[in-house]
C-alpha cells in the first residue's frame, strides 16, 4: 500500500501523456476469456417485520431488505492486483458496465481481461437488491397518509438524453460525441424505478462497500453518477481494504470544506467526459469537485482530476463507459493504477 501512495505522490497529469496516444490494442482484450471463477452473492441487509408486505393471509411475516447483489469474475492471476469494484449510478442497475447498448464489450469484461477480478453491484433497492414494499402497500391499504410515500423517480428519455451529455435538448447531439446513438433504444431499456432519495443517508449501499471490500480485501472503487458520492461515504467510514477510488463523472464529490482527513491517504482520480461547460448543472458540478481536488491536495491528499478534453480526449457523454471508446478509456483507468504501484492481496 505504501508503494501504491508514494507513486501516486509522483503521478501527474503528464503520466497520461496526450490522451490518444495512451491507449493501445492489448492482444489479451480480444479471443476467448478466460476466468478462473465467477459466481455472485450478497452483502448487507436486514431483517424488516411488517402487516403491510401484501394482500390478506400475505400481507404479514418478514422480509430480508437493504441487501446488495454482487456478480463477480476473476481471470487467473488476479492476486497481483487490486479488486475492482464497480457502482452504477442514477436510474440504472449494473447493467451499466456489462455489454454496452451496441453490443460491444463492457468494463465488467474488459477489465477482467486486463487482469483484474471484478465484482459489479446492484445498489441497495434496484435490480436484483430487494426493495421494501411495506409503505406502499400500508397506504394502499389506507392505513398510512399519502405523504408517507416514498419517493421514486424515473428518467424519461428526454431528460436522461440532456443529463447525459448527449445533446442541449433532445434529438440534438454535440458534435462529435462517441456514444452510440444508434443504440439508445436499447440503453432506455437499462433503465428503471429509482428510490434511492427515499432511503436513509448513507445509502445502505455505502455501509455495504465496506463490508463487500472488508470480504474481498483490497480494492479500487469505481462509481458513476448518482453513486459517485457513495465511495468517499465509505472511506470516510472505514477505509480498510479501499485501496483507491475511481469517480467517474460524480453527481457530487465531498465540500471543499470538508475534513480532509478521512481522504488524505486514500489515492482518489475524479472523471470527466466532454461538453461539461455546455450543461449549467455538469459545470457547476465539475466546479466543486475540481475545488475538493485542489483542497485535498493541499492537505496532503492524493487526488487528481481529469476533465477528458483538457488531455485531448475528445466527444465522451456521461455514459463514457458505454462510449464508443470505452476501452480507451479504461486503458486509462487501468494506466493509472499501475503506474501508481501494484498492490498485493
Known amino acids: 500500500m505504501r508503494a501504491f501512495i508514494i507513486g501516486l505522490a509522483l503521478l501527474g497529469l503528464s503520466a497520461f501523456g496526450a490522451g490518444h496516444a495512451l491507449a493501445e490494442t492489448h492482444p489479451a482484450t480480444d479471443g476467448p476469456l478466460v476466468i478462473e471463477k465467477q459466481g455472485s452473492f450478497f452483502i448487507g441487509g436486514r431483517e424488516r417485520t411488517s402487516t403491510t408486505l401484501g394482500r390478506g393471509g400475505m400481507a404479514a411475516g418478514t422480509i430480508t431488505v437493504d441487501q446488495v447483489y454482487v456478480r463477480y469474475q476473476t481471470p487467473p492471476g488476479a492476486s497481483a492486483r487490486p479488486n475492482i469494484v464497480l457502482i452504477h449510478g442514477c436510474c440504472l442497475t449494473g447493467k451499466t458496465w456489462e455489454t454496452t447498448p451496441d453490443g460491444r464489450m463492457g468494463w465488467d469484461e474488459y477489465f477482467a481481461r486486463r487482469g483484474f477480478s471484478t465484482y459489479v453491484v446492484?445498489?441497495?433497492?434496484?435490480?436484483?437488491?430487494?426493495?421494501?414494499?411495506?409503505?406502499?402497500?400500508?397506504?394502499?391499504?389506507?392505513?398510512?397518509?399519502?405523504?408517507?410515500?416514498?419517493?421514486?423517480?424515473?428518467?424519461?428519455?428526454?431528460?436522461?438524453?440532456?443529463?447525459?451529455?448527449?445533446?442541449?435538448?433532445?434529438?440534438?447531439?454535440?458534435?462529435?460525441?462517441?456514444?452510440?446513438?444508434?443504440?439508445?433504444?436499447?440503453?432506455?431499456?437499462?433503465?428503471?424505478?429509482?428510490?434511492?432519495?427515499?432511503?436513509?443517508?448513507?445509502?445502505p449501499t455505502v455501509p455495504a462497500l465496506t463490508e463487500l471490500t472488508g470480504r474481498i480485501g483490497p480494492s479500487i472503487l469505481i462509481s458513476h453518477s448518482q453513486s459517485?458520492?457513495?465511495?468517499?461515504?465509505?472511506?470516510?467510514?472505514?477505509?480498510?481494504?479501499?485501496?483507491?477510488l475511481i469517480s467517474i463523472e460524480p453527481a457530487a464529490c465531498p465540500k471543499a470544506t470538508a475534513d480532509m482527513t478521512p481522504y488524505n491517504t486514500t489515492p482518489i482520480l475524479v472523471l470527466f467526459g466532454d461538453n461539461t461547460a455546455a450543461s449549467p448543472i455538469w459545470s457547476s458540478i465539475v466546479k466543486d469537485c475540481r475545488a475538493y481536488v485542489d483542497a485535498l491536495d493541499a492537505a496532503g491528499g492524493r487526488a487528481k482530476m481529469i476533465v477528458l478534453p483538457e488531455i485531448g480526449i475528445t466527444g465522451n457523454s456521461h455514459m463514457l463507459m458505454q462510449d464508443l471508446n470505452n476501452r480507451e478509456i479504461a486503458d486509462l483507468l487501468v494506466d493509472w493504477i499501475d503506474k501508481a504501484g501494484s498492490l498485493s492481496r
Open 122 to 203: 446492484d445498489q441497495a433497492w434496484r435490480g436484483r437488491s430487494a426493495a421494501d414494499p411495506s409503505a406502499i402497500n400500508a397506504v394502499a391499504a389506507g392505513g398510512q397518509s399519502i405523504a408517507t410515500l416514498p419517493s421514486v423517480f424515473s428518467a424519461s428519455h428526454e431528460f436522461a438524453w440532456v443529463i447525459f451529455r448527449f445533446g442541449p435538448k433532445y434529438g440534438e447531439t454535440y458534435p462529435g460525441l462517441k456514444f452510440p446513438m444508434g443504440a439508445t433504444g436499447e440503453l432506455w431499456k437499462q433503465m428503471v424505478v429509482d428510490s434511492a432519495s427515499g432511503l436513509p443517508t448513507p445509502n
Open 228 to 244: 459517485g458520492i457513495y465511495p468517499f461515504q465509505a472511506v470516510a467510514a472505514n477505509r480498510r481494504n479501499i485501496a483507491g
